[in-house]
């Protein structure tokens, strides 16, 4: 059970729009069993394939975080098609962005749709936790991380106190 290697800001391979997945194949399979067991093994609630260094459209996520269970659920190729009212999700964190969390602005409800890791057709509608956990996710495939949506000001802190523990690694 290979763990995959986590890249962090401001790896520029973060920053890119990644591709759709055409063929769900064994390979496909294999990414998600590493992708899994890399979040829990981190722990998170949610790895989007990029920040592994995979450029796909696949997210892995698991509000309960329980390797036990292994509960975890996959999302192909996922979109937002509706999204409705606002939140603001209390101390948001990404693997990719270490030693910071922020308040983020989000929407309160999401549906999405994509496909599930057979291919069949997947539709989540959800609001709560979940609903950051995707908005935060399908970012990911964008480009977009969650200090890209906090105030500059905050964001140049952090990008500050990031070179300044890189120098000093
Ligand atoms: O583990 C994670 N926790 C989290 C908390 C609040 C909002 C979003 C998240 S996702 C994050 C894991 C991660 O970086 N996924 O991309
Ligand atoms: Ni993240």
Do not use: W
């Amino acid at each position: 059970m290979p763990l995959l290697e986590i890249l962090t800001y401001p790896d520029p391979f973060l920053k890119q729009t990644v591709k759709a997945v055409t063929t769900i194949d064994d390979k496909i399979q294999k990414i998600i069993e590493d992708m899994a067991d890399t979040m829990y093994d981190a722990p998170g609630v949610g790895l989007a394939a990029i920040q592994a260094g995979i450029n796909k459209r696949i997210i892995v996520f698991d509000p309960e975080a329980d390797p036990e269970k292994r509960g975890f659920q996959v999302f192909i190729n996922p979109e937002i098609v509706e999204s409705r009212g606002e939140m603001v999700s209390e101390k948001e964190g990404c693997l990719s962005v270490p030693d910071f969390r922020a308040n983020v602005k989000r929407s309160a409800f999401v549906r999405a749709e994509g496909l599930d890791r057979h291919g069949n057709p997947l539709k989540i509608e959800t609001d709560g936790l979940l609903s950051v956990i995707l908005q935060h996710e399908i970012d990911h495939l964008n480009g977009i991380l969650f200090i890209d949506r906090i105030s500059a000001l905050k964001r140049q802190l952090y990008k500050k106190k990031r070179k300044k523990a890189l120098k000093n690694a």
